[in-house]
């Protein structure tokens, strides 16, 4: 069979859809205008790149936006002093730093200075514990990204067994915890593969995965004979495997065999395409969330 | 084959050794003495036998140790300051409040009052993040106590898989945040099985396990057929399945048929016997833990 492709820019325009009615009922119904600001630190031109797509899409919204520049020098006690000032700050329920940060600054440090409540990245392991224990208000952008792509695409994982390959503390480790809640848009069986698994083991899970979700970091390395007819490819990889000679630009390819795993899926996400435009909607997602824990419109 | 019984008091006896050893090294050479105290709010029989032999432990490993006991009507606002006040306590570097405590205390707020680096429970969602994190001080006691009895009975997990059965947020969870890390003692593969999964699918994943984790509060649930020959099986349950005519004692058994699955396991925990003795002492290891974090020994 050839697989069904899912476009994860039509699954994200769809999300944000939703997102816009939602926050022109917040303004009308509550008076509450979600508020994010971006903290950039430097210039690196990717990191302004996706800065600036982060502050459009929330402008688009209808969000209170910051995008705060600060020079590549800041110190690491100024930057805690800016993260706290804005923790203080009733108008804004999203503070996102945007990695990397200069190598003088304790990234971690940066990220737990942050109030959980307003961690719209989900890396504070306040909100790591909250997805675990399965009482969480957001949850980390890829995985939750991830996760809207299954449920809309394929359909609901409850039962079915999903597999995850890599245990990252950005993608393997938070979508495992959040496959196993009893949740909607969850409850599946789940296995953890990873480097730490024999290859022969690894091959046999994939092959038995209804659902399968790779972040392993190696290009092309899921093959169309480790998958099962029918499965559902969620390919999170984004490698740089050469320069086109035409453009210059890098040409990339996912964790996933794609020529021959859409042989056999019945869904897979291109790679570019599939994930990674899920990712800012999902932040805006968290940021409409932040909004209403602030609010008292969801509790934990 | 008959499975070679795992005696949890035995290793639970060894690890108490290991820890006195610890101590005496603790005072000697850094001055150092762990601290513990426990809370306990009412006089519940069950409660009052926990919370003493928790104390009767820490002495004999030579802790600072204190039992504090509250009126069963004391406030929730003065037992929150009362964790204030041990969070202040240089000398205390574990607090544990036994539960349940009386229903006008939200449980919740009052776990989660108590500072992190003094949770040996390691119930505290910042504590519950850094385990799925993998970067963590101390782990909840009874999954903790698994993974003790799996590491010295059978043997280094690495690679292996591991099945949970179960995903409570006091044993499966994070017995499979545990089991995933790249750390000694783990690094298995890793599959979670629970009530969203179907029994054909229950069956046959507990069919593959090399290690078997039993943690479903349903009694002698998991069958011989469902065990793989020569498998490491740990039971954590406990339900009383009557009451014994002589002594009038409850009789009690695990989630697991221990009749069929120990002839087909290597190694099994009896019920009682297996898990259940482990748990103060890993309670013991946290506080030690929770000591060295306090004075810089160790570092997260």
């Known amino acids: ?12 325009a769809q999300i944000r859809e939703e997102l816009k009615k939602e926050v022109e009922d917040l303004k009308a119904k509550h008076n509450l205008i979600p508020g994010l600001v971006t903290i950039l ?3 690196d031109p990717g990191s302004v790149s996706y800065v600036t797509a982060k502050q459009k899409t929330s402008h688009e919204l209808g969000f209170y936006s910051i995008q705060d520049s600060q020079p590549p020098d800041i110190t690491e006690a100024a930057l805690l002093a800016l993260i706290e000032k804005y923790n203080q700050d009733p108008k804004l329920h999203g503070i996102l730093v945007q990695l990397p940060v200069p190598k003088h600054i304790d990234s971690n440090k940066v990220l737990y200075a942050i109030d959980p409540n307003k961690d719209v990245d989900a890396f504070h392991p306040v909100n790591v514990g909250r997805i675990l224990i399965g ?4 949850l980390p952008c890829t995985p939750a990204g991830c996760q809207e792509l299954i449920y809309r695409a394929y359909g609901d994982p409850k039962g079915k067994e999903v597999v995850v390959v890599g245990r990252s503390n950005i993608v393997g480790k938070p979508m495992v915890a959040i496959m196993i809640q009893k949740r909607a848009g969850a409850n599946a ?3 953890c593969v990873h480097t730490g698994t024999p290859k022969d083991k690894m091959i046999e899970h994939c092959r038995r995965a209804d659902i399968l ?5 190696v290009p092309k390395y899921i093959q169309g004979d480790w998958v099962k007819e029918g499965a559902c490819v969620i390919d999170v990889g984004v490698n740089r ?4 000679e035409k453009t210059g630009k890098a040409i990339l390819a996912g964790d996933v065999d794609f020529e021959s795993v859409s042989q056999k899926a019945s869904f897979i996400t291109p790679v570019p395409g599939g994930v990674g435009p899920m990712t800012i909607t999902m932040l805006m997602k968290n940021t409409v969330m932040a909004a209403k824990l602030a609010a008292g419109l969801v509790k934990l």
Do not use: D, H, Q, R
Request: proline content about 0%.
């Open 213 to 217: 979700i790779v972040a392993a970091g």
């Open 241 to 244: 495997i050469g320069k086109s």
């Open 1 to 12: 069979m050839a697989a069904k492709l899912i476009k994860g820019a039509e699954v994200a």
């Open 135 to 138: 009482n969480y208000a957001f």
């Open 41 to 43: 630190v430097g210039e």
């Open 189 to 191: 069986t789940v296995t």
